[in-house]
């Protein structure tokens, strides 16, 4: 797993999350798996190049697709209308008894 990082933008703290390996193991999958099947399945002429280009292109893109739907990301930029910046889909609960206090 590969760690990743971003700047809260309520305290300005460097935050990080890990990312899972499927995007890896996708990649190296597209890379060689690809070509590798379709030299299985009988392209062998220089028509192989472009199609192994074109096929692992698409299967790389629908398969971070179709993760992403499954298993979405912690933090998501989330924009309105007029509004910016970076919101955070699990925040924290607070406490019903604590009360903040204004310094």
Known sequence: MTLASFTCPDCGEVLEYETGTFGHILFYFCLFGVPALLYYLGYRSLSLIPLSITVSVVI???????????TPSKAQVKLNYGDSGLHLADKPKVRDDHKPTDD
């Open 60 to 70: 790389l893109f629908l398969g971070i697709a179709i993760q992403s739907f499954i």
